[in-house]
């Protein structure tokens, strides 16, 4: 029997894009430290609606909806939003 589990699937989908966008060529002058990257996630999270599952099956349904171009576009622009916002004095603990 597998061990209960607690999972916001959006979460998972913004660490990784956020991760991908500020290693990329447009982000490259934009801090990279890991308070300005969770600043960044949770300001972009913020903005966006959660999607909790319980189970490793609801986890690949859930991803499935949540991974296709419209929704990674939404995705998207809420993390730039952040990038910016956070870029603009947000960061560093703040």
Do not use: D, W
């Amino acid at each position: 029997m597998t061990q209960p589990f607690l999972m916001n699937v959006t979460e998972e989908i913004v660490r990784g894009l956020v991760r991908f966008l500020l290693y990329g060529v447009e982000y490259q002058t934009f801090c990279h430290c890991e308070q300005c990257e969770m600043n960044i996630i949770a300001e972009a999270l913020n903005n966006l609606l959660p999607q909790y599952v319980t189970s490793h099956v609801a986890r690949e349904e859930a991803f499935k909806i949540l991974n296709t171009p419209q929704n990674i576009e939404a995705i998207n622009k809420e993390i730039i939003h952040a990038i910016h916002k956070v870029g603009q004095g947000l960061g560093h603990g703040e």
